[in-house]
């Protein structure tokens, strides 16, 4: 059974676009009507020296931020008594940064448009995100997630899951700063044997100033990051908007002989995406990173209760849904611009088969000086947006969970400081050592991030639910729930090479299934197994 959202979706869409698009691409328009149609060396230097000064902004900033610290706290929690919306913009950043301002304008332009209704998964988010797990966390104010854990279940525990978030967040960054090499590459226009070259200069820049700044230099350039990369978004809508004299890039039917076919559900798990599975996805992994990150509480621990630390969220479902849609956008324009005029297109790329590709070429070599430097800037800030969370949260875990509970942590302020910097330096080399395997996992973006990074995701969270929702939980049964659970994760994520392609090429699961089949056996066999090895029958 298969209900058809094709066409469903085209007409408020278009008028969801133009309804946010319009007041800003009109000034875009007028500012710009000048501009020449193409830039057909790349970047220019101009371009560059932008991007230089942006960057060098966010090493100012880590120094600036460095003199007034003084202890671990400030260093890891901002002191416990940031700005909610900061900490808001700044989850946004972390969260979504480089995978999303490449994947979302890929999937949209050779997909379709079905992954962005994942907004209306947000309001939900928000009631069980603000309302269940929020006021239960913020009881207690740690500076890693999973002291949490030790307190229910015990040691083992809460290494597993620290253990666990160390492996989801050193292949997260090691995704997004080699997709954000692989884009640069495109747009200075060398072949992909210099992508370990731009990851270094990439990871670099973003951990010297994290190492320095500690999570309030994070924050302040999260939000400059999530500037630049909106705006750059705008201004890709922008420039083709004047180009093609209007908004008739905007597709107006469903792009047959370029997107897949997108139901609103279907019996049929390969079905790579779905409106219904798009929302149940997303609900779910904003809740379990929400629930069981350390980026994510570390950052409302950050905020001073509970009350701030929602509006918190609320700020980052809001900033989310907002780029989002944009991004998405933006895809839909770079669409409509390659389609009018197919010979701009490199020889060799597709709009289907290379979508991925198609918005960083359009970067380089379509769009006027300035103009490119900060659309460039953008990409380049939301890299470095990632890597600078994930890198803090690493250190703020590798100091708590394990120098500090075996004892071996630095005996004074100052020098857990400078220990702190030192393991962010170390941190950032592996990252950059491991970002070379990336390219193996087969996919578009958006499938090779739910097929590697997203795969512990709901497992991390498994290991919250039990310790703090479930009274008869205990450590044998935890294991064996969270164990169930990453198997399934990962027998879906690959099950094309474990048990072979359909006959239309697809995996016979679809990755929007894995964390939703992960979370239900998860719960009900570590519920069932906590039930057996429980030392109290009459719980």
């Not at 309001?123 to 069980?128: G, K, Y």
């Not at 040691?155 to 050193?170: H, K, N, P, Q, T």
């Not at 997303?282 to 950050?302: E, H, K, N, P, Y």
Request: proline residues 4%; glycine residues 8%; aromatic residues 10%.
């Amino acid at each position: 059974m298969i209900v058809s959202a094709n066409h469903l979706l085209i007409k408020p869409l278009r008028l969801l676009g133009l309804a946010v698009l319009f007041p800003l691409v009109s000034q875009a328009a007028e500012s710009n009507s000048n501009l020449n149609t193409t830039t057909a060396n790349g970047l220019a230097v101009i371009d560059w020296v932008i991007v230089a000064i942006y960057a060098l902004s966010t090493l100012f900033l880590g120094w600036w931020f460095s003199r007034k610290q003084k202890n671990a706290k400030e260093y890891f929690v901002g002191s416990g008594n940031m700005n909610p919306l900061l900490i808001g913009v700044s989850l946004f950043a972390t969260l979504l940064s480089t995978i999303t301002y490449l994947s979302s304008p890929g999937e949209s332009l050779g997909k379709g448009p079905v992954y962005m209704t994942n907004i209306l998964a947000y309001p939900i988010v928000f009631l069980v995100v603000g309302f269940v797990l929020l006021p239960v966390y913020m009881k207690q104010k740690v500076t890693s997630a999973y002291e949490l854990l030790e307190l229910k279940l015990g040691l083992s525990i809460r290494l597993l899951g620290a253990c666990l978030f160390l492996v989801l967040r050193l292949f997260w960054m090691s995704l997004l700063v080699y997709l954000t090499a692989k884009a640069i590459s495109i747009m200075i226009g060398v072949d992909e044997s210099y992508i370990p070259w731009i990851v270094i200069v990439t990871g670099a820049f973003a951990i010297t100033y994290t190492s320095l700044g500690g999570l309030r230099a994070v924050v302040i350039t999260d939000l400059m990051q999530t500037i630049l990369l909106y705006g750059g978004a705008l201004l890709v809508i922008g420039t083709i908007t004047v180009k093609m004299g209007g908004f008739g890039w905007f597709p107006t039917e469903w792009q047959g002989d370029i997107w897949d076919s997108q139901p609103v559900f279907s019996l049929d798990p390969s079905t790579r995406v779905t409106v219904i599975g798009s929302i149940i996805s997303v609900l779910i992994w904003f809740v379990c990173t929400s629930g069981g990150d350390q980026v994510s509480i570390q950052r409302f621990m950050a905020t001073k209760d509970a009350k701030t630390a929602r509006k918190a969220i609320g700020m980052q479902l809001t900033v989310g849904a907002i780029v989002g849609i944009t991004l998405g956008i933006a895809g839909f324009a770079l669409l409509g611009f390659f389609q009018s005029d197919p010979q701009l297109l490199p020889v060799g790329m597709t709009l289907n088969e290379n979508a991925d590709k198609i918005f960083p070429h359009f970067i380089a070599f379509h769009l006027p000086p300035v103009v490119s430097g900060l659309v460039v800037a953008g990409l380049f800030a939301a890299a470095m947006s990632s890597i600078d969370s994930g890198v803090n949260s690493i250190t703020a875990v590798v100091m708590t969970d394990f120098l500090d509970r075996s004892g071996r942590k630095p005996k004074t302020e100052r020098k857990q400081v400078l220990f702190a910097r030192y393991l962010a330096v170390a941190i950032g080399a592996v990252v950059v050592l491991a970002s070379t395997l990336v390219e193996h996992v087969p996919g578009n973006i958006t499938a090779v991030t739910t097929k590697t990074v997203n795969l512990l995701t709901v497992p991390i969270f498994l290991l919250f639910f039990f310790a703090l929702f479930v009274p008869s939980a205990n450590a044998k049964g935890v294991w064996v729930g969270v164990s169930c659970s990453i198997l399934v994760a990962v027998l879906i994520a690959f099950s094309g090479p474990i048990f072979g392609m359909n006959e239309q090429g697809l995996d016979p699961v679809s990755f929007q299934w894995i964390s939703p089949a992960a979370l239900i056996v998860g719960i009900v066999v570590g519920y069932l197994a906590c039930k057996i090895f429980s030392t109290n029958p009459s719980r």
